[in-house]
């Protein structure tokens, strides 16, 4: 018999923030990062987004290449401590609906999936905090050391997405059909298209633009949106105020 299944995106989705940026910045705090690494480009990238005259993907793009180069050569021992306080402090400052949707899906016997593009140390963190079926996530490669080399199997593009959440179906015996998906992203696109019941959270332009350029999905997705103390549902017609 095949399993009705929910997957979930986290940073976006779930998680109000990005869980690769908070333990960043607790390594910077710790000086495990030099904090001068905070203070040249990439300061000035994180001060366009937040001015909004910036891209966020700009930012993480520029973050993500110094956080990879960093962690060259750090045990992992050490990493996972300071992830495991990330997560402790940060696990639940989540979107409402989100929470609200994974708890109905544990009550209604669904499997539960996390599909991340955060480090697979930190999604592994939050995935014991909701319990959740199994997950995927970007791969930080050791040495026999363990030690971090500097290499990573990414999980944060939508074609690698969509081959983990192969790799799910076949293990699970998952009916896409009468499955669910969540996301915020182009990165979540895929995910969204072969299932039954898609769900953009809070989607980025990118996303919302791709759902209704795509006739199958600006049929069956929904469009939820989270803000202050508000959340409403809306359908890929809405229209997008070019500011």
């Known amino acids: 018999m095949a ?17 690769m940026i908070e333990h960043f910045k607790k390594l910077i705090k710790y ?12 300061k000035d990238y994180y001060s366009e987004w937040e001015k909004r005259y910036g891209d966020f993907n700009d930012y993480m793009d520029e973050l993500v290449k110094i956080y990879v180069k960093e962690l060259r050569g750090i045990n992992k021992s050490y990493i996972e401590f ?26 209604e016997g669904h499997m539960i999936f996390f599909i991340s593009g955060a480090p697979d140390f930190l999604v592994e963190k939050m995935a014991e905090k909701y ?26 593009d939508s074609e690698n997405k969509q081959r983990s959440i ?5 293990s699970y015996q998952v009916d896409l059909d009468k499955s ?15 299932v039954g019941n898609p769900v953009a959270v809070n989607p980025v332009k990118k996303l919302l633009q791709a759902i209704k350029k795509d006739e199958d999905l600006s049929k069956k997705a929904k ?18 105020l070019d500011i």
């Not at 971090?148 to 999980?155: A, D, R, W």
């Open 131 to 156: 319990k959740v079926t199994a997950y995927k996530a970007t791969q930080y490669i050791v040495d026999e050391n363990n030690n971090f080399t500097g290499e990573v199997l990414s999980m944060w």
């Open 3 to 19: 399993n009705t299944a929910a997957f979930f995106d986290i940073d976006g989705t779930l998680f109000r923030n990005s869980l």
């Open 31 to 42: 000086e495990v990062i030099d904090p001068r690494v905070w203070h040249g480009r990439l």
């Open 223 to 240: 469009i939820i949106i989270e803000r202050k103390d508000v959340i409403y549902r809306t359908t890929p017609e809405v229209e997008i």
């Open 166 to 170: 192969n790799q799910l179906v076949c």
């Open 82 to 107: 300071v992830a495991s306080q990330v997560i402790n402090m940060n696990w639940d400052k989540v979107y409402r609906y989100t929470r609200s949707r994974i708890n109905w899906h544990r009550q």
């Open 180 to 194: 669910f998906a969540y996301g915020d992203t182009t990165g979540d696109l895929s995910m969204l298209k072969i």
